[in-house]
RNA sequence: CGGGGCGUGGCGCAGCCCGGUAGCGUACUCGCUUGGGGUGCGAGUGGUCGGCCGUUCAAAUCGGCUCGCCCCGACCA
């Protein structure tokens, strides 16, 4: 699963995006190098993320039993070369990119190219001497990606994103706007905020409930475990509940509190915990740390563990919490008389209909994305653990401020086509079709056979790429190939058009037909795709 | 890893429950036919039924083990 053959269409398709993206990444003053896949483990051992990556790093020994991986990405290599190779400030600023074969074991790889285990990605690396210097870059690159995926064709949304296994400071994501991208992206319906939803901030409400705090009491909840199904049994709305999620992170259990309606963000929380691992606990942790089953934990009277909660709950009076005993919860439960918080957060994902987090008056929405580019600002994290100097003006050694810039290739292709077809098939933006005309001629006929011929030859010429279908069969059958294999042009010769002395231009993306002269072909779609 | 499903000519599937030596569609080959949106008719080629072990006179079918693939989940208590 997620290891593939490209066949030749689909290559050529890969080709293009990558020349697309070498012309822009040199424009942008970046320089073409090519990495070993193959990494030696010490270098991974001086960062931490020998450990740090996990499973995702497909790790291998040598005949010595010298420890290697398959790069997924080459942050250790490229600054491994940095410090043999550069010493001065002279040398700098400096950008390289590589565009590749990675490899990550993925947990679960799917829909094709969207998520492989091995996949063509263009990684480029900057290396600056200040942070103004690095923010400089960082700007090349996001201005040189809106271009390589405009180029591609393609509707998309650069998007404020969490740094997960990367790390660094800041950084954003390229979303091609699709319904069945993995992501979810919030933005601002007044603003030019947007960001993906892991990542998005959520304020603190306004405004605090008023209501006169009741007497706390316990209720039986026969088998009701979910918020919905705890919310129906009492008629009570989900937003009057706190559930209580317990997480481990591999050294410790911490209770997380979050409104019934909101989601939890595992990202927001593993941040707050300075964990490098987060996950929601076993039914026997559970089970031990409330002695209640799954669905009935709660804050009161949970002893021995750290309680934090969203700055929602905050906001929250008599609220209804898990009773820590199976069928029962708490009703006009309240932090502070009831239960302890040691801290509010905010820990719970964005959702439509929260205010804007740059306070533009606007309403956040959401919308489903597929990532096909990341840029982060790495600041000092790889050059300081792994000693990247360089000696600035004045003779000091400082650390190279970093950045890096992902592309996936492959994922870039597919995201074409999930934005341009229809059904009856790709229809391929011009800039990355396999072919930009597909030649049809609807009989073996001497008469058709020769004006393909020639028209396959001036088309070539003018620097168009043909795919000639010289099958030998019916009409139908090449016509319903050619709207499949998606190429932008059909140029259709047959005996019935060659009577009247022209052919039949059809537009893949609209369908509309043109009858032509032959020897006028080739001019027109010049023209065509000039324009 | 948890849950579910599936491995049978190249591809898509039926047969399995109820054991008796493999079938349909498509693709492919040949002949005729047709010839501007997946022609029609006819004749053919091709499968040790994922693998191993077992039960049985007999296994695609029953039992055990194993390999692989697909889908959902792994973040809502």
């Not at 001086?46 to 039993?65: P, V």
């Not at 603003?191 to 998005?200: D, F, H, I, K, R």
């Not at 059909?490 to 052919?503: I, N, P, S, T």
Request: glycine share 8%; with cysteine; aromatic share 8%.
């Amino acid at each position: 699963a997620g290891i593939y053959t490209y066949l030749p269409l689909g290559l050529r398709v890969i080709r293009k995006v990558e020349q697309i993206i070498r012309e822009e990444m040199n424009r942008a003053g970046s320089q073409e190098l090519l990495m070993p896949i193959a990494s030696p483990a010490e270098l991974w051992r001086e960062t931490g993320r020998w450990n740090f990556y996990g499973k995702e790093l497909i790790r291998f020994k040598d005949r010595h039993e010298r420890e290697f991986c398959l790069g997924p990405t080459h942050e250790e290599v490229i600054t491994d070369l940095f410090r043999r190779e550069v010493r001065s400030y002279r040398q700098m600023p400096l950008n390289f990119y590589q565009i590749q074969t990675k490899f990550r074991d993925e947990i679960r790889p799917r829909f094709g190219l969207m998520r492989g285990r091995e996949f063509i990605m263009k990684d480029a690396y900057s290396f600056d001497q200040d942070e103004a210097s690095a923010r400089l870059s960082y700007q090349k690159m996001y201005d040189a990606y809106h271009r390589i995926f405009t180029r591609c064709g393609l509707t998309f949304r650069a998007v404020e994103a969490d740094t997960g296994l990367i790390g660094g400071s800041s950084s954003h994501e390229f979303m091609v706007l699709a319904e069945t991208g993995e992501n979810t992206i919030v933005y601002s319906d007044a603003g030019t905020y947007a960001a993906n939803v892991e990542q998005a901030e959520v304020l603190p409400p306004t405004e605090t409930d008023t209501e006169a705090l009741r007497p706390l009491h316990t209720v039986q909840t026969p088998r009701c475990r979910t918020v919905e199904e705890v919310t129906r049994f009492l008629n009570v709305s989900p937003a009057h509940l706190v559930k209580t999620l317990l997480y481990s992170t591999g050294t410790d259990t911490v209770a997380v509190l979050i409104r019934g309606d909101h989601e939890a963000n595992a990202v927001k929380i593993q941040r707050l915990l300075l964990a490098t691992n987060l996950e929601l606990a076993s039914p026997t942790v559970v089970e031990q740390v409330t002695g209640a089953p799954v669905g009935f934990a709660g804050p009161v009277g949970l002893k021995h563990i750290r309680i934090i909660a969203d700055h929602a709950v905050n906001a929250l009076r008599n609220a209804v919490v898990g009773g820590n005993q199976n069928d029962t919860h708490y009703v006009d439960a309240n932090w502070g008389r009831d239960f302890q918080v040691e801290q509010f957060a905010d820990l719970r994902s964005a959702c439509a209909g929260d205010p804007s987090p740059r306070k533009d008056g606007g309403t956040l929405k959401t919308t489903k994305g597929i990532e096909v580019g990341h840029v982060f600002m790495l600041g000092t994290k790889y050059s300081e653990t792994m000693k990247a100097f360089f000696l600035d003006r004045h003779g000091k050694e400082c650390l190279a401020v970093m950045g890096c810039y992902g592309i996936g290739v492959g994922r870039t292709a597919a995201s074409a086509i999930e934005q341009n077809h229809d059904a009856k098939g790709i229809i391929w933006p011009f800039p990355i079709a396999p072919f930009h005309v597909h030649l049809l001629p609807l009989t073996q006929s001497a008469q058709t056979t020769q004006v393909a011929t020639q028209l396959y030859n001036e088309l070539g010429a003018a620097g168009l790429e043909v795919l000639w279908d010289d099958r030998d069969e019916r009409a139908g059958v090449k016509f319903n190939d050619a709207d499949l294999m998606g190429a932008p042009f059909q140029v259709v010769v047959g005996d019935k058009g060659l009577a009247e002395g022209v052919v039949e231009v059809k537009t893949r993306k609209d369908g509309v037909k043109l009858k032509l002269p032959p020897a006028q072909v080739a001019a027109h779609l010049i023209r065509i795709r000039a324009s």
